[in-house]
């Protein structure tokens, strides 16, 4: 079985900084991809940042310049590091991984149950 964990969300003030964990645990032979969504104004989640198992990463527009995403593939772990942050920046944010099991082989989706980022004005 294969199950994320997120912490590190908070309150914090405008122009404040939050560091969010994700640890990915479980039956895993590899992980492809981890990264952060949020939930955003509808229904369907926005990507914010994602990073492979060599390092290349990618971020959405709204926080280029101001979120850091990194890993530690030892310990299947993704972080964000969000500096300047912003009102608007508030969401649940979600973990999202790209696992492929023991069990299938087969990349699959995962999901962490989401950590709620505050940011006041």
């Known amino acids: 079985q294969v199950q994320l964990v997120e912490s590190g969300g908070g309150l914090v003030q405008a122009g404040g900084s939050l560091r969010l964990s994700c640890a990915a645990s479980g039956e895993i032979w590899n992980v492809n991809q981890m990264g952060w969504y949020r939930q955003g104004l509808g229904n369907q989640r926005e990507s914010v940042a994602s990073i492979t198992s060599g390092g290349i990463t990618n971020y959405a527009d709204s926080v280029k310049g101001r979120f850091t995403i990194s890993r530690d593939n030892a310990e299947n772990t993704v972080y964000l590091q969000m500096d300047s942050l912003k009102p608007e920046d508030t969401d649940v944010y979600f973990c999202?991984?790209?696992?492929?099991?023991?069990?299938?082989?087969?990349?699959?989706?995962?999901w962490g149950q989401g950590t709620q980022v505050t940011v006041s004005s």
């Open positions: 999202h991984a790209i696992i492929s099991s023991t069990i299938t082989y087969v990349p699959s989706d995962y």
